[in-house]
């Protein structure tokens, strides 16, 4: 990977997610979906000076391509930087979905269900209310289109065991 960065806003858990799974600054793997959606938007510099990090922002290193070399290519424009962030949101909610899917399998709430996913994921458990109403979302939209990905019948409690 190279020395040179871009930088890019995410909502702040996702900023942790990245963090945690990628380092800072985030380094992708090398033949991930991620960075060729950076090496796809890579441009030339248009201006003198480079952009520079906001409070909120986070560090991603540019992948090094022969196609496009990080020296001359290092540059994303605003709608690329949306575009890349789009990318990286996918991943998010891939992980969520499949992390989060099938706990309808075991006997506890999603409320603790998505405060466990937080803290394995390296996010503060002061998003845990955003993250389900996310992963409700998903799953109310497949049940919008005949899909049901519920459980289908009702853990009942045994209190003679």
């Known amino acids: 990977m190279s020395k040179y960065l871009v930088y890019i806003s995410f909502k702040p858990f996702i900023a942790q997610w990245l963090r945690h799974h990628f380092g800072d600054p985030v380094v992708f793997p090398a033949q991930s979906a991620e960075n060729a959606c950076i090496r796809h938007f890579l441009t030339r510099q248009p201006g ?7 409070d909120d922002d986070v560090a991603i290193c540019i992948p090094d391509s022969k196609q496009k070399p990080v020296v001359t290519y290092n540059y994303l424009s ?15 909610r891939l992980q969520l979905w499949r992390d989060l899917a099938d706990i309808e399998l075991c006997q506890c709430t999603l409320l603790s269900a ?13 998003y845990d209310y955003t993250l389900k109403m996310r992963f409700q979302r998903m799953r109310n939209s497949y049940l919008k289109h005949g ?9 009942r409690d045994n209190k003679n065991c």
């Open 147 to 155: 899909i049901d990905l519920r459980r289908r019948s009702r853990v």
């Open 48 to 54: 003198s000076l480079p952009l520079t990090r906001g």
């Open 78 to 92: 605003g709608n690329a930087r949306k575009a890349v962030a789009e990318c990286i949101e996918d991943t998010f």
């Open 114 to 126: 998505v405060r466990a996913w937080c803290e394995a994921n390296g996010i503060d458990v002061e």
